[in-house]
T-cell receptor, first 114, second 113 residues
Framework: AQTVTQSQPEMSVQEAETVTLSCTYDTSESDYYLFWYKQPPSRQMILVIRQEAYKQQNATENRFSVNFQKAAKSFSLKISDSQLGDAAMYFCALRGGSQGNLIFGKGTKLSVKP | NAGVTQTPKFQVLKTGQSMTLQCAQDMNHEYMSWYRQDPGMGLRLIHYSVGAGITDQGEVPNGYNVSRSTTEDFPLRLLSAAPSQTSVYFC????????????FGEGSRLTVL
């Protein structure tokens, strides 16, 4: 079975500072994909960043970057220069296997202080 | 661009009533799925489909039924609503069956009294 664990139910960051959200996962698949989704109060699910497991290079999207440690099965999200609009629920997710279903962690609620 | 469209966005039901949540996508995606989101639980998979005529159960399928007669549509039916089915429901689709990100609808908030 595939699992995704987010050990930080809530995090807080000062505006313009950097914050890292943690995620660990478990899978027996050799080919899989990892994602971070953002869910603001509007409840829309927004893709933040994706990482293909076969790529060694960490993905980056503007102020968002990941630290992908394949051997440790760790996939953390770093948000640089935090903005008020970054306040949201963040979900780590894993997709792999023959069915291709997306498995989510329980989420981390990020608040940004002005 | 419509993407994934869910209706209704809000619904209140009484225990025992049935209803259907509609989901349609205009991206010609083969993979479609339904999730429910509950506080502290993340999103949990209810049912999914890898193409027209093919459906399968996810993690929490009890009390729900699905069908996939066309590539575009994937309705979720609540057969006899229970208070435990009070939740936010998301439909999602993907152009690849086993890879790539999912595109989500805006969610449907269901309350069962």
């Amino acid at each position: 079975a595939q699992t995704v664990t987010q050990s930080q139910p809530e995090m807080s960051v000062q505006e313009a500072e950097t914050v890292t959200l943690s995620c660990t996962y478990d899978t027996s698949e050799s080919d899989y994909y990892l994602f971070w989704y953002k869910q603001p109060p509007s409840r829309q699910m927004i893709l933040v960043i994706r990482q293909e497991a076969y790529k060694q290079q960490n993905a980056t999207e503007n102020r968002f970057s990941v630290n992908f440690q394949k051997a440790a099965k760790s996939f953390s999200l770093k948000i640089s220069d935090s903005q008020l609009g970054d306040a949201a629920m963040y979900f780590c997710a894993l997709r792999g296997g023959s069915q291709g279903n997306l498995i989510f962690g329980k989420g981390t609620k990020l608040s940004v202080k002005p | 661009n419509a993407g994934v469209t869910q209706t209704p966005k809000f619904q209140v039901l009484k225990t025992g009533q049935s209803m259907t949540l509609q989901c349609a996508q205009d991206m010609n995606h083969e993979y479609m799925s339904w999730y429910r989101q509950d506080p502290g639980m993340g999103l949990r998979l209810i049912h999914y489909s890898v193409g027209a005529g093919i459906t399968d159960q996810g993690e929490v399928p009890n009390g729900y039924n699905v069908s996939r007669s066309t590539t575009e549509d994937f309705p979720l039916r609540l057969l006899s609503a229970a208070p435990s089915q009070t939740s936010v429901y998301f439909c999602a689709s993907s152009g690849w069956v086993t890879t790539g990100e999912l595109f989500f609808g805006e969610g449907s908030r269901l309350t069962v009294l």
